[in-house]
């Protein structure tokens, strides 16, 4: 793939278009009474092409825009929103949620965050790397993929399709604080998906690339290539016996059980008691060697910010530390509620690192022995309420440290508090494309259910 050529760059203008509405918005509300409120406003484009069987199925461009609006008067909150930044639509917006406001209940955790904790080293973190890709080239693009993949084997019977997708967006968010941030990121990927075999016996199975930047991205050829390796490896597979055993997670799979954690010990699920981590700050989760930071400040990192969706300055700190939860993930609204403090995690996490104890997916196959390789999962079968797990599986067999055949139609079941604490290895071999950066993990042993 030849190197990006920037695309001009109007961010600036926009922000600045951004930046103007959120003013009149915040002035609009105090003229109206209202004692806080706060706007998120966001522009994106975005471009994305879609082909079959080397002919061409879709072209989309977009272009969205929204105004999210939030008023309190005391403890009593209005939202309201649009998607026109013309002043008839802001006043409207703006009285619209004055109105909402009037008629809630109150509610004395209602506020925006503490002034003290807005951010005031606002910074970019080399996110903004927009792509100068007509549809005519992405088209090319996504042609090269899937025939990179259909080419690859001749087992490749059919195609799924290949994409390429570019987008940016620009953001502000401001309070009544006099808190103004604004921010710009771009976005690119592109993917194939193959079918492998015939009949009956056919398998499907995809790759991806996707980066801030499209230098960062893997080739065309290289996409459908990998789509190809990963399609006709499971063809043929084969049954195994319902048991217990050891289960090891491909590093797409295994970032799925800190977004369990995520879920568990967010402020929403702690104050209504929804969460099987409840009360469990300052304890041992996990074994004693792994480590989860947030990291919110690495350069191209893909979720950097000075600030979350609050404006609170986000810090370098530590989630899990020698296997304990050192913190929960807090707004500053669930944080009243729990009477604690916000930690900056208002619209989710920023750039997780999990610490490792082992180099790659060989090693780790390796140090099972016998045992299964879940390389796809299925369904939504985690409860973070009761920590109970179970969920269609499948990937390949693994005896002697050595893949042996592919395996799918499996359900893998736990609990997660048992599963966290039974984690014997996490690889180095991190999947880039992800915010939280993580390897391979092992689980010492998981009900899977195959064959009776």
């Not at 801030?212 to 006709?232: I, N």
Request: aromatic fraction near 6%.
């Amino acid at each position: 793939m030849s190197p990006a050529i920037a695309a001009s760059d109007d961010s600036a203008a926009r922000q600045a278009r951004l930046a103007e509405a959120a003013r009149e918005v915040l002035r609009l509300a105090a003229a109206r009474g209202a004692s806080q409120a706060d706007v998120l406003l966001n522009d994106d484009t975005g471009l994305s092409v879609n082909v079959r069987m080397g002919e061409v199925e879709t072209v989309e461009r977009t272009r969205d825009r929204g105004v999210a609006v939030t008023v309190y008067f005391g403890s009593r909150k209005g939202n309201a929103s649009t998607a026109d930044l013309q002043p008839g639509s802001l006043a409207a917006t703006v009285e619209q949620a004055c109105a909402i406001a009037r008629h809630t209940e109150p509610d004395p955790c209602n506020g925006l965050a503490d002034a003290a904790r807005m951010a005031t080293d606002l910074r970019e973190f080399d996110g903004w790397h927009p792509w100068s890709i007509d549809a005519d080239a992405a088209i090319a693009l996504a042609l090269q993929a899937e025939a990179a993949g259909r080419e690859a084997d001749p087992r490749i019977a059919n195609s799924d399709g290949a994409s390429v997708h570019s987008g940016d967006s620009v953001s502000v968010y401001a309070n009544s604080h006099g808190f103004l941030g604004a921010e710009r990121g771009t976005n690119h990927s592109i993917s194939a998906s193959l079918i492998a075999g015939r009949g009956d016996r056919m398998q499907r199975e995809y790759w991806y690339t996707s980066a801030l930047s499209p230098d960062d991205l893997e080739s065309p050829v290289q996409v459908g290539r990998k789509a190809a390796e990963r399609t006709v490896a499971r063809l043929g597979p084969r049954p195994i016996r319902t048991g217990e055993y050891p289960v090891l997670f491909a590093p797409e799979m295994s970032r799925s059980f800190v977004g369990h954690l995520l879920g568990a010990v967010s402020g929403g699920a702690l104050y209504r008691k929804a969460s099987f981590l409840l009360d469990h700050a300052g304890k041992r989760i996990f074994p004693d060697w792994l480590s989860i930071e947030e990291r919110p400040h690495l350069p191209r990192g893909l979720r950097s910010t000075s600030f979350d969706h609050e404006g609170v300055a986000t810090v370098d700190s530590d989630l899990v530390r020698d296997g304990v939860l050192v913190r929960y993930l807090l707004s500053s609204y669930s944080a009243r509620k729990l009477g604690l403090e916000s930690t900056g995690n208002a619209g989710g996490v920023h750039n997780l690192r999990v610490s490792a104890n082992a180099r790659d997916l060989d090693e780790m196959l390796r140090g099972m022995g016998t045992g299964l390789l879940v390389t796809e999962m299925m369904g939504q079968g985690a409860n973070t309420v009761t920590g109970d797990y179970s969920r269609g599986a499948s990937g390949f067999w693994v005896e002697g440290g050595r893949i042996v055949h592919p395996v799918d139609e499996l359900t893998i079941a736990g609990r997660l508090p048992e599963m966290f604490q039974a984690i014997e290895a996490i690889g180095a071999d991190v999947d880039p494309r992800s915010h939280i950066a993580m390897g391979s993990l092992l689980v010492g042993r998981m009900m899977v259910a195959g064959e009776a």
